[in-house]
């Protein structure tokens, strides 16, 4: 046999009404086999008891903030976190690779480390911006998937970038990745960068795609004051 309380426990997750929207809940809540006798003094009997409350509710914004950061610590929070981690299987990797796959090592560490962070670097401001210009969870994962898919057919991972025609060969040049593709396997087999304006690019594309978020951030943060 189950007995229960009249008392209601709520759980939200924080999409009640959207900035703007006025919002009415009603919570209906029967027990149809409750506790013969009150929980505590001046309390409802709960046995074949039924009540309701209606709540209203204004969405007032979006944003949540649970500490007083500016809109560059919260972004630099997020980037040392997820860089963190990014660094971590880059670490992992590389040294699967070298211990065992026997892959040559010729390049020095601090150069395959540079190379490697300025890489997670720009991924991190790369999805930094795609989470900034996303209005949900679903929109962001879809991005997500287009860049990813992208990154795979034009980086040369799959076809030499210079099998593409110039308007999309420009374009690959903007992911990431296309980059570390080619300066990593140049470091780690030749002992050397044979492109080294890569390294500055993968520096630039760091730097400007984390300007968007900044942006971003301190728009939706000032519209929550």
């Not at 630099?76 to 040294?95: E, H, N, P, Q, S």
């Not at 492109?195 to 943060?221: D, N």
């Amino acid at each position: 046999m189950v007995t229960a309380q009249t008392d209601e426990i709520q759980v939200y997750d924080a999409v009640i009404a959207a900035p703007g929207v006025f919002n009415l809940m009603l919570h209906n809540n029967f027990t149809p086999n409750g506790m013969k006798a009150p929980a505590f003094p001046g309390g409802l009997i709960p046995d074949k008891s039924f009540n309701g409350v209606a709540e209203w509710a204004y969405g007032v914004t979006g944003w949540f903030r649970a500490g007083p950061l500016t809109a560059g610590e919260c972004v630099a929070g997020k980037a040392l976190a997820d860089g963190r981690f990014a660094g971590a299987v880059a670490f992992a990797t590389i040294a699967l690779l070298v211990v065992g796959f026997h892959i040559p090592f010729l390049a020095q560490p601090g150069w395959i480390a540079l190379v490697a962070g300025l890489l997670v670097a720009a991924s991190l401001g790369l999805g930094l911006v795609i989470a900034a210009v996303s209005d949900s969870e679903a929109q962001a994962v879809q991005l997500t998937l287009l860049v990813l898919l992208a990154s795979v057919f034009f980086s040369g991972f799959v076809l030499p970038v210079e099998d593409f025609i110039g308007p999309v060969r420009y374009l690959s040049y903007l992911l990431p990745v296309t980059h570390g593709i080619e300066t990593l396997p140049q470091a780690m087999l030749r002992g050397s960068v044979t492109s080294p304006w890569m390294r500055a690019v993968l520096a630039g594309v760091g730097l400007v795609l984390f300007v968007p978020s900044l942006f971003r951030c301190g728009r939706v943060r000032s519209h929550a004051h």
